[in-house]
């Protein structure tokens, strides 16, 4: 498990890529089930647990589904693996890290301007991961993978809020 956190941070700080990351279903199941256990954790601070596996779920099969369809357009569906599994275990552990932060914030309210401009921090480096390995799996420009990176984010809190309301 050791390699794999060093991989996946590797990944945050920008010094590797979805090309260093092992082509494996079991690999993407891992990261994917995570994911959705760290979102889970996280959206429980805010509302119910049923609210927050629904919420967890769309957000991470709409993310899916882009890298799936980016990729098979741009005519690379061998890397969807490696992809898709640099994305979920990155922003795994960009919400590990911002755990505690979040936590901190409902815990202590007078600490929630603070918190709330680090969960703006954190969810901007998530989007900037996210922008990079776009970019190398695509073979685009650094502008087109952040235009995809904040779309994909428009497009899921608006999805979200559809659903869910607020």
């Not at 795994?92 to 901190?104: D, E, G, N």
Request: hydrophobic content about 60%; proline content about 5%.
């Amino acid at each position: 498990m050791k390699p794999l956190f060093r991989l996946f941070l590797a990944v945050c700080l920008f010094r590797k890529g979805p090309q260093d990351v092992p082509a494996s279903r079991v690999l993407l199941g891992l990261t994917l089930g995570l994911n959705l256990s760290v979102s889970f954790l996280l959206g429980t601070l805010e509302q119910g647990p049923f609210e927050a596996v629904l919420k967890s779920l769309v957000a991470d099969i709409l993310l899916l589904i882009l890298i799936v369809l980016l990729l098979i357009i741009r005519h690379h569906p061998e890397r969807i693996l490696q992809t898709a599994s640099a994305v979920f275990g990155s922003d795994t552990l960009i919400s590990l890290f911002a755990f505690p932060w979040f936590l901190l914030g409902t815990i202590w309210p007078d600490l929630q301007p603070l918190t709330t401009l680090t969960m703006l921090g954190f969810m901007i480096w998530g989007q900037l991961i996210l922008a990079q390995l776009l970019k190398i799996a695509l073979g685009w420009p650094t502008f087109a993978g952040l235009g995809v990176a904040f779309l994909y984010l428009m497009i899921s809190m608006d999805l979200i809020r559809y659903l869910f309301g607020s």
